[in-house]
């Protein structure tokens, strides 16, 4: 049974790859609770240790004009505070906290988490390593083959779409992004209504209430979208 509720907890928290036909306003997969930390378990009674995992269901597509890369540098930035342990993905609709400790270290893994994500301190000095190692990010990918194949098809299939551009965005456009606006995006973005928790593994009632207390900060709600609507090509392509 504790593998069932584990399978089920993947599958669905886990990011989707988004299909050109499913483009919407809302990416989330369940209706979400707007004004509640959205929370669901799959406790194992003998594991040694326990796992989170946050989605929020904002990604680089939510990345306003001109500076593309906003979402990946706020997502980085509360990575950064949060401390060893923890993992990141940005992706087009999503961007994905995931953790495990120890079941004696859970609790201060989780608030350490927690602290970053409800409050976190977007350090202005941070912000110019952070921006040099977005960067090299973007190097990286035009280094990798398939990578670079991967985001020139996006581009050439979704130009002019949010879908466009890459999660990390561009040199230009990293270095226009200020401190204010990924405060912005935070604001409008980490929200409980726009937000899913799961834990597994090592898990009791305790700390799945501790979860709840800690994110309980966040604002109500959900971001106010507009739809997405994707133009197709008018005939058949070939990108070389």
Known sequence: MATLLI??????????????????????????????INLLEAPDPLAPAAGFRIVLYSGSADD??????LAWMTAASIHRQAGAGVEIAVG??????????????AAALWHAVAQAVVK????????????????????SLRADAGSLVRESFDWFVYRGHPYGHPAAGSESSIDRITREEILAFHAEHYRKGNMAVGLQ??????????????????PDGAPARPDRAVAWLARPRVLI
């Open 201 to 218: 593994r090592a898990v009791n009632g305790d700390l799945a209430a501790r979860v709840r207390g800690e994110l309980s900060g966040l």
């Open 92 to 105: 087009k609709d999503v961007t994905v906290f995931t953790a495990s400790a120890p079941r004696d270290g």
């Open 7 to 36: 399978s089920l907890l993947a599958f669905w928290l886990a990011p989707a790859v988004t299909a050109p036909a499913s483009v919407s306003s809302s990416f989330a997969p369940v209706a979400l609770r707007a004004t509640e």
């Open 120 to 139: 976190p301190a977007f350090d202005a000095q941070e912000m110019e390593r952070l921006k040099h190692e977005q960067k090299q990010a973007i190097v």
């Open 64 to 69: 306003p004009p001109d500076r593309e890369g």
